[in-house]
C-alpha cells in the first residue's frame, strides 16, 4: 500500500509536527503524492519547536466571520508600514552593478565601516574596528538563531540558554536547534516588566551558555537600564555566558533628546572595554523602513564575532553588494530615521492614553507596541475584538511560555501601532467602541 | 595579567582553529583588545572544520613575487565574470518598493511558480507545485548547509554524509556542524572521475543519512548519467537517506542541443513521482552570471522540503522582494542563458585543447572548470606558475581529502575559465610558456 510521504517521514509525533510546518509562511494546500515509504531521519529537534504565534492566531480566528463592513485593520503584527526612504530604494538600484560578483561573508567594508561609524555616534564609543567588531549580517532575525548555532555546545549536559518571557519565538527555537533548552525568566507588570533574572536559581546559570536580552523590549516596551546592564554583566562574568542583546528597536522612541541605552554604550559606560562576553544586534528593519531588505548587524566582543564569521562562511547568508550599498545609504543617513521617529511618537502621542483608558498599560519607553492588559482571557478577548470590529491583535500569551507556574503573557494583548496615523486612529475607536459593549 | 581573548575562549587547540577563522573573508589584521578572561564555550565542532582553499592558497603563495611586468590573471575561483544582464538589473531596480515589507520564508509565490516552470521546461516534467515542491533560497550555498542541518540526526550514532571525493567544502562543514562526519568517496582518473559508489562498505551505507552528489560536478565537468542516478536512488531506498543534488552548473554546458541530465528528470524517467528522498539545490550565480544576487532554489521531495521550510523560518534567510523580482525576471527568460554558453563554448573550444596539448585532461561535459593533471606536486605547480607567469590556478589536493590512502585531487590543477575570452587566452599563453621552461 503506498504510504503517506508526511507519515512516514516523521520521526516524532505527526500531530506535533504537522501544526508547526509552515511557520510563518501562507498555508499551502500540501498535496502529498503517494510513493515509497520512507525511513529517513529528520533531525528531531525540529520536532521540539513550537507553533509561531501567527499561526495559533489563524487558528484561534479559524471560522470567525468579522462584520463584512468593517475594513479588517490588523495590529497583531511588528511590521513597520512607514515608507521606505528613498535615498534606500536609489541606493539598492545603484548598487546593482555589484551583482556580478561573490559577495564575501565578512561583508563590505564601506558597510562595516557604516554600521562602526553609526555605533559609535549613536552610543558614544569610542572607535569600533570595522574589521573585527563588526559584522553585517541578513537582518537580526538570522543573526540571533545562527549565533545560537556558533557558541552553544550542545553535546554538555544541561546546556541551557535563557531567555526573558514573553519574548522573541526566535530566540527559543535557536536553542532547540542548538541542542539546548529555553529556560523562561518572567517579566511581570509588579516588578516593571523588568525580567527577574534574580529569581533564577545558582543551578541553571551554571549550566547556562547564553543570555538573550531584548531592549527596546518586545513586546514590553521597556528598556534596560545601566544598573540592568551591570548586574547581566556581572552574572555573564561569574557563570561564563555569552550575552546576545536584540535592540532591533533601539532607533524607535519618542523623546529625540534622549534615545535608549545601549548594550555596547552601558559596557563603555561599564568600563568594559572590548565589550567581553557581549553581541550587539541591530537592524534597518524598524530604523529605516526597510524590513524587506534583510539588512542588521552584529557588534562588540571580537573573539565571538571571528567565531561567528567562521560560522557564516559555512551558513552562507553573504549580503549581495545591491543591499550593502543601500545598508550604507541607510546607516549614514539619520534625517529619515528622525522623521520616522515623529510620526511613531504623534501615534503614541495621541493613541496610548486611550488605549490607556480602557486597558491598564505601562506606557513604553521605546519600541512600537502597547503591551495592554485586557479582562479575562487574553485569546477571547482577541477573538471577540476580531469577531465585532475586525480589529486584529495579538494574544499575549501567545508570546509567553509558563514559567514558575505562570504565563507573564496572560491576561495582555500586544497592539502594533505600525499603521499610518489614521489607520491607527480607526482602529482605536474600534476598541473603543468593543470595551462599551464587552 | 590580561589575557588574550582569542586564547582564552577557544576550547579547540587554537593553532587549528587560528588558520580557519577568516574563512573566505579578507585576512583583516585581528587587535585583541585585553579584558577579563574569557571561560564561555564556543561549539566544538567549529574546530573540526578545515580550512578553505583559498586559505590555503593565500599560505601557499605568502612571500611569492610574481613579475611586476605581468598583470596577475585568477583562474583559481569559480566566480562567473561574464556581465550580469541588464533584465536582472532592471528588475532589481523596480522592485525595490517591495521594500517595505517583510518577506515570508516561503517566498513569493510569483518566484516559486517561475521557478517552477523553469524546472518542467528544462526537465521535460510534469509540472512541480509551486507551493509544496519548490523553495527560494538566498543561493546554493546557504541552502546545502541549512538542508543538513534540517535532516540530520547528529545524535544517532555514527551519523555519516557521504560526499564525492574532490568536492564542494560546504558539504564537509556542513556535516560537521550537524553532529556527523563526512565520508569522502573518490573519483579517480581512471573511472573517468565517477564516484566510486560501489566501494563504499555496506557498514557505511548503513548510517549514512545524506548523500551529496555534484553534477555537472565541481571540479571533474562530469555529468552523471541515468544509470548513475539509478544506483544513486537504489541506495537511498535500501539504506534509508536523503540525496541532495547540488546542480548549480546546471546550465554552463557546450552543446545546445544536449542539455546535461538533471536530478528531477533523472527521477520523471526512472518513475519516480514526487522525487522521494530527493531534493535539487539551483542557483541563478552561474546561469544568469548574478553571483551578488544571492538567488537559487530547492525543489523534490515535498515532505523534504516541508521540513526545511520549518527549519528556514528559524534560519531566517528570507529573501527580500528586490532580489525575488530581479530572479523572476531571471529564471523567466533564457536568450540571456544560451548567449552566455555560446560566451563559454568558444572559449573551451579555443583553449581546452591548448591545455590538454600540455596536461592532460578529460574534456569537461559541463561547469566551467578544467581539470588537468600536471606533473608532480599540484601545490608546488600552482605555486611556481604563480611565481613565473603570476597566474592562479587552485591544486586539486586543495579540493580533496585522503581517503582509502589516495587524495584524488592530487596531481591536478583547477582552471576556471571565467574571465573574459582575451582574458582566459592570455592565461593560456602563460601556461604555455612555463609548460616549455619547467
Known amino acids: 500500500m503506498a504510504s503517506n510521504a508526511s507519515a512516514t517521514i516523521v520521526a516524532a509525533p505527526e500531530r506535533s509536527r504537522q501544526r508547526h510546518l509552515d511557520g510563518d509562511a501562507p498555508s499551502p494546500a500540501y498535496n502529498f503524492v503517494s510513493f515509497t515509504p520512507i525511513v529517513a531521519t529528520l533531525n528531531p529537534q525540529l520536532a521540539l519547536l513550537q507553533p509561531y504565534p501567527f499561526e495559533r492566531l489563524r487558528s484561534l480566528f479559524a471560522g470567525v466571520a468579522p462584520p463584512p463592513t468593517l475594513r479588517p485593520i490588523n495590529l497583531s503584527i511588528g511590521e513597520p508600514k512607514h515608507p521606505t526612504p528613498q535615498l534606500v530604494l536609489d541606493a539598492l538600484a545603484s548598487g546593482a552593478r555589484g551583482l556580478a560578483n561573490y559577495p564575501t561573508t565578512a561583508g563590505a567594508p564601506a558597510l562595516r565601516e557604516a554600521i562602526a561609524g553609526w555605533l559609535a555616534r549613536r552610543h558614544d564609543l569610542a572607535a569600533l574596528d570595522p574589521a573585527t567588531q563588526v559584522l553585517p549580517v541578513l537582518g ?15 553535546s554538555r549536559a544541561g546546556a541551557t540558554v535563557v531567555v526573558p518571557n514573553p519574548f522573541y519565538q526566535i530566540y527559543e527555537g535557536a536553542a532547540l536547534l542548538a541542542g539546548a533548552t529555553a529556560y523562561c525568566v518572567n517579566s511581570l507588570v509588579e516588578n516593571d516588566y523588568a525580567p527577574r533574572w534574580d529569581l533564577v536559581p545558582e543551578s541553571v546559570w551554571a549550566r547556562t551558555q547564553l ?3 531584548c531592549s527596546p523590549d518586545n513586546p514590553t516596551g521597556r528598556v534596560m537600564t545601566l544598573d540592568d546592564w551591570r548586574r547581566v554583566f556581572e552574572l555573564a562574568d561569574r557563570h561564563g555566558f555569552v550575552v546576545a542583546a536584540d535592540e532591533c528597536y533601539s532607533e524607535i522612541y519618542f523623546d529625540e533628546t534622549r534615545p535608549p541605552l545601549g548594550s555596547l554604550g552601558a559596557a563603555r559606560a561599564l568600563g568594559r572595554d572590548g565589550y567581553p562576553r557581549l553581541v550587539s544586534f541591530g537592524s534597518l528593519s524598524k530604523r529605516s523602513n526597510a524590513p524587506g531588505l534583510r539588512s542588521g548587524f ?3 566582543d571580537a573573539a565571538l564575532i571571528k567565531a561567528f564569521l567562521l560560522y557564516r562562511t559555512y551558513h552562507g547568508s553573504a549580503m549581495s553588494p545591491a543591499v550593502a550599498a543601500a545598508s550604507v545609504a541607510a546607516w549614514s543617513d539619520e534625517a529619515h530615521v528622525r522623521a520616522n521617529r515623529a510620526a511613531y511618537a504623534r501615534k503614541f502621542a495621541t493613541l496610548a492614553p486611550r488605549v490607556a483608558a480602557l486597558c ?24 471577540r475584538l476580531y469577531a465585532e470590529q475586525a480589529l486584529t491583535v495579538l494574544p499575549g500569551s501567545y508570546l509567553g511560555r509558563e514559567s514558575a507556574g505562570i504565563n507573564p503573557g496572560r491576561g495582555h494583548v500586544r497592539i502594533a501601532l ?14 473603543v467602541r468593543f470595551a462599551r459593549t464587552a
Not at 374 to 379: N, R
Open 140 to 154: 537580526s532575525r538570522e543573526a540571533l538563531f545562527a549565533f545560537a548555532q556558533t557558541v552553544i555546545d550542545g
Open 298 to 300: 552584529v557588534a562588540g
Open 418 to 431: 505600525v499603521a499610518e496615523q489614521d489607520e491607527c486612529a480607526e482602529a482605536i475607536d474600534r476598541l
Open 360 to 383: 491598564p498599560l505601562k506606557p513604553p519607553q521605546a519600541a512600537f507596541y502597547l503591551w495592554a492588559r485586557v479582562p479575562g482571557d487574553d485569546a477571547t478577548f482577541a477573538r
Open 211 to 213: 543570555l538573550y536580552v
